[in-house]
């Protein structure tokens, strides 16, 4: 059992990773600044996994910071080491993830994204830390010529952010000695072990409705919109576009379950500590695609909801049809998605149910 650093633990894909990892028997420090989440969703991580305040003092310990802040990292990684258990392997999830957001102040996306990857990598780097997941994004295949989308397919940024994805990706190449990035299994010549890990599009929520997505203020995704429109906190929900190049009209992607997505991590994980020094680069989706309107009438059945929506227009750069390639994650790593739309809506629900204004209004 391995001490990890998980940067961004405490937010939607990195607390239920969290869970993952506490129940593979691993010790976990989270860095987080709570810029997008809250302390309430790590408490919740005890009281799931029922550990105890000696338990939890040693099993999941929380620094409130900035990934950025290298004299912090420098403290974390050497109060490990004088405790005799260094940090094995690092799960990189701290960022800002909103497209639109970051067409506004692009600096500030390559700011915490790309200089706070620098920043992490540098001191993993003095520790002789090695191993490193990233959380990539399939934003970076802008959009797809080939549909399902291999790993091979362009790297064709739309945004800042996804511009900001793939400049880490760079880095990760580089800092991996792997100079012709385009393969999927490189081997690295510099002694890292590296997966980019592409997620498509997380959703759901931990079974026991205990954490789940809570964004601020509105969300800019389907799914935790569609949620808050069941649940009575939003009027009506936009669809945007219903003249796509797809069955019923509206635009297609692949969700996955953020529980199928956190095993990913726990996969990715095991398959680098158990190898060589190797880059991976993997997508992480389910390799099926579902409409809008398929995703709010699975979400009403799950419900028992209304879910009332409006046709608009497009959206400026939104893609008819994003879908995962998953067969490489499952040859590398065993892993591919076990739980489909209803199990999401289910879950997904049963969250938003239980914390209809979220973690809002709870003190950790
Ligand atoms: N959710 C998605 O749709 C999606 C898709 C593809 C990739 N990703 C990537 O996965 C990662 C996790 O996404 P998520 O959905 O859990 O987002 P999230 O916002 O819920 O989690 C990110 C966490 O990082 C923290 N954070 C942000 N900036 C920080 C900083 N400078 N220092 C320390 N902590 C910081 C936030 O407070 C939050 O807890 C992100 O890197 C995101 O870009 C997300």
Redesign the pocket.
């Known amino acids: 059992m391995a001490r990890l650093l998980i ?8 607390s239920h990773t969290c869970v993952v990892l506490l129940e593979a028997g691993h010790n976990l420090l989270v ?7 809250s302390p309430v969703a790590l408490e919740r991580l005890k009281s799931i996994l029922n550990l105890n305040d000696r338990d939890s003092a040693s099993r999941l310990q929380v620094f409130q ?4 802040d290298i004299d912090l990292l420098e403290k974390i990684f050497e109060k490990s080491e004088l405790q005799s258990s260094p940090i094995e392997a690092v799960i990189h ?5 909103a497209v639109e957001e970051s067409v506004h102040d692009p600096l500030g996306y390559w700011d ?2 790309v200089s ?1 990857s620098r920043t992490l990598l540098e001191v993993m780097d003095k520790h002789d830390c090695k191993t490193l997941v990233f ?5 970076l295949y802008g959009y797809p010529d080939i549909v399902p989308i291999p790993e091979s397919a362009p790297i064709n940024p739309i945004n800042p ?1 996804g511009a900001s ?1 793939a400049a880490v990706e760079m880095m990760l190449a580089d800092v991996a000695g792997c100079l012709k990035d385009r393969g999927i299994k490189q081997a690295s010549t510099t002694g890292w072990r590296i997966a980019r890990l592409r ?1 498509f ?2 959703v759901g929520a931990h079974p026991s409705g205990c954490i789940g ?1 809570d964004p601020n203020g509105v969300p800019n ?1 389907l799914f935790p919109y569609v949620s808050q429109v069941a649940i009575g906190r939003r009027g009506t929900l936009q669809v945007f576009g219903s003249d796509w190049p797809t069955s019923d009209g509206t635009g297609i992607r692949d969700y996955i379950h953020v529980m199928d997505l956190a095993e990913g991590h726990k996969c990715a994980l095991d398959a680098l500590v158990g190898s060589g020094p190797q880059l991976l680069t993997l997508n992480l989706g389910s390799g099926v695609g579902s409409s809008v309107l398929e995703v709010i009438r699975a979400f009403e059945t799950a419900s028992g909801r209304e879910v009332p929506y409006k046709i608009v227009e497009r959206r400026p750069g939104d893609a008819a049809i994003t879908v995962a390639d998953p067969t490489l994650a499952y040859k590398c790593l065993g892993w591919r998605t076990r739980r489909g739309l209803n199990e999401i809506c289910r879950d997904g629900w049963a969250w938003q149910f239980a914390n209809p204004n979220g973690y809002k209004g709870e003190v950790a």
Not at 31 to 37: A, E, H, I, K, R
Not at 93 to 97: N, S, V
């Open positions: 940067t961004g633990g405490a937010g939607f894909i990195g860095l987080d600044n709570f810029s997008n989440s910071g900035d990934v950025r999830f701290a960022g800002l993830k915490v994204n706070g959380s990539s994004s399939a934003t952010y994805k997620y599009n997380p997505e995704n």
